[in-house]
């Protein structure tokens, strides 16, 4: 499958419960101020539990980006 060029799709080895109790506003924070200096904005993030207990993260983006810098954003 291909990732769609406005979404980012980020796996995160830390526990969803935790994730969400203790980081959640600190990276939507994050993410806004990453994604500001490269002109971008998120339509949404969304945050679900991957199958392990883990943390997954989507976040659709306002416009297309290359798959150059989704790495970068991604990294």
Known sequence: ????????????DYNYENFMSH???FY??????VL?????LPEFIEFKRSSSGNTHVMIR??????????????L
């Open 1 to 12: 499958m291909i990732t769609p060029k406005n979404v980012l799709l980020i796996d995160i």
């Open 23 to 25: 980081l959640k506003d």
């Open 28 to 33: 939507i924070s994050h993410v806004y101020d």
């Open 36 to 40: 500001f200096r490269y002109g971008l």
């Open 61 to 74: 983006l306002n416009r297309e980006i290359s798959y150059e810098l989704m790495l970068k954003l991604m």
